[in-house]
């Protein structure tokens, strides 16, 4: 297997949109997924990846790059990363994060972060691999349900 990496671009959007609704395990509007994922392209602070075989989409990275006052600095914090279920295992996600990392380094961002949900413990065990701390705690409030 051959993996690339590539920017994503506006003609993405299909194996995109299919991805998050893999990753979250629900079907998201695609009308909404579309008018998001055109607004995240354009913003220099958003970083899409896509890694394909033969020019097959296989996976996909999101990043998004904040100026942190706490940090003094960049902070890229990936949103969303899922490599296809029948590729996992030939080390997609690896060159994913090694890409991002070259990347992050051209554009001297400080640190990577992610945030994993508790029953991703694969997803946990992968970040632990590739080197990053678990160091933190996140806290969630869905203020949509707040009367």
Do not use: W
């Amino acid at each position: 297997m051959k993996i690339t990496i590539r920017k994503c671009e506006p003609s993405d959007f299909e194996a995109v949109y299919h991805f998050i609704n893999l990753l979250e395990n629900t079907e998201f509007s695609k009308e909404k997924q579309f008018e998001i994922f055109n607004e995240n392209l354009k913003n220099t602070n958003h970083l899409f990846y896509i890694a394909e075989n033969e020019e097959k989409p296989i996976g996909f990275l999101s990043c998004m790059v904040q100026n942190l006052i706490h940090h003094s600095g960049p902070i890229g914090e990936i949103q969303e990363m899922i490599v296809l279920p029948e590729y996992r295992g030939f080390k997609v996600g690896k060159v994913l994060i090694e890409h991002l990392i070259s990347e992050a380094k051209k554009k001297n961002i400080l640190q990577l972060e992610v945030t994993s949900g508790l029953q991703r413990v694969k997803a946990h065990e992968f970040y632990l691999r590739e080197g990053f701390l678990d160091t933190h705690k996140k806290f969630t409030m869905n203020i949509s349900e707040k009367p």
